[in-house]
């Protein structure tokens, strides 16, 4: 009886021990695919706040604040992606747009009504693209 008792435990000892595992290992598992979907929706943001800085610029004689708030929009979503990763791809990418965005405001404090986009929406395809599981 000792032996089988033994036996038992040393089972019940395995499965417990594989359950700990399993669960770290969803876990972790989960954490990637949640930190992947927040990369996600904040690339999507941005490419969203891309599309309102093109028609701000487009609209700039008519409101010139909200080509500033566009902008200062793309700047909060790679503040929110930047807090979520830890993807050096991701950083890179966040790095370009921001650059980019930087380049657009200066060009516009510069006086350039019509200033370059196309950095910002490659640098913003680039993010989408790293994003994207």
Known sequence: MGASRRRRSRITVVAAVAAVGLTVGLTTGCDAVSKALDCVQTAEAV????????????????????????????????????????NTDVSKAVDDLAKAVDNVRTAIKNGDETPDLSPVTDAAGELTKVCTP
């Open 47 to 86: 490419a969203d706040s891309v599309t309102d800085l093109q028609q701000a610029v487009e609209n700039a004689s008519d409101n010139p604040l909200q080509v500033d708030e566009s902008l200062d929009a793309i700047d909060e979503n790679l503040r929110e992606v930047t807090d979520k990763t830890d």
